[in-house]
């Protein structure tokens, strides 16, 4: 079969269409004929060796998939051959068919298109796992979302309105807080022009945010950190800027406020 291959680590440019061997399920295990393969920022540290993992050279990456079931390995049984499904992989997804644990694998609803369905568990898991289990958003509370335009981005604004809360999006152009419009935004920030903190005062009367989510990092981290509300939550997801942020402690003593880590790894492990 062919796969997309990863011989050394370095930038996309480095990857590789291979022929390499067909594969099996095992025990427990799903054999998936991939029909899309979702790209997240993960994907695009892994090959590089900058993740927190490193898998073994030569590699396949891509780590959400939707396609059919072709085969199922003894100890599946909410699952058969032919069934549309979609699901996730450490690695391996960008490949004519994967190897998917049976229970990181889940019937797709017949209304999601496979490319839909391949793009939507690193985003809408991790924005999940992020507002309901790390910081409890609760309906009426004001949530930020930085880089908000983006997949986790735009899930957290989703999911953010459907809980009940009054979502603010920040991204860095018009055309992608007109996205973020578009998917229930209540309030937008251009950052790349409005002072942050400042503006985040005006909208919340004073208070500030009940949740800051951040994907982005750099500067802007320090600058919503100051804008947080008493008792905040302020949501580490990552750091798509490229710089991981040095945060003044005396910030979330004054305000009483949490910063709370959110590894998307440990739900997915979860669920599954």
Not at 5 to 33: D, F, M, W
Request: glycine share 12%; hydrophobic share 45%; charged share 20%.
């Amino acid at each position: 079969m062919k796969a997309i291959r990863c011989n050394t680590y370095g930038p996309p440019s480095n990857l590789k269409l291979e022929e390499i061997a067909s594969l099996h399920a095992g025990p427990k295990e799903v054999l998936v004929q991939v029909k899309a393969c979702g790209l997240n920022f993960p994907d695009t540290l892994i090959i590089q060796g900058l993740y927190q993992f490193k898998p073994e050279l030569p590699f396949t990456p891509g780590s959400d998939i939707a396609g059919v079931v072709k085969e199922v390995g003894d100890g599946v049984t909410h699952l058969k051959v032919g069934d549309a499904v979609f699901g996730f992989v450490a690695h391996g997804g960008l490949a004519e068919e994967v190897i998917v644990p049976g229970n990181a694998c889940f019937p797709k609803p017949p209304q999601m298109e496979y490319p839909v369905a391949a793009s939507f568990m690193m985003a809408y898991g991790t924005s999940y796992h992020a507002l309901k289990d790390r910081a409890k958003l609760m309906k009426g509370e004001t949530l930020l979302v930085l880089g908000a335009s983006g997949g986790v981005g735009l899930a957290a604004v989703e999911l953010g309105k459907l809980m009940g809360a009054k979502v603010i999006a920040a991204a860095s152009n018009q055309e992608k807080l007109d996205l973020c419009k578009a998917y229930g935004a209540d309030e937008l920030i251009n950052y790349t022009k409005q002072d942050l903190k400042a503006i985040l005062k005006t909208l919340t009367e004073g208070k500030g945010v009940d949740v800051v989510y951040d994907p982005v990092g750099s500067d802007f981290s320090e600058q919503a950190l100051r804008g947080i509300a008493w008792n905040g939550r302020f949501l580490v997801v990552g750091f798509a800027a490229g710089t991981i942020p040095k945060i003044p402690l005396n910030l979330p003593l004054l305000k009483g406020a949490s910063i709370v880590g959110v590894f998307s790894g440990w739900f997915r492990n979860e669920i599954s």
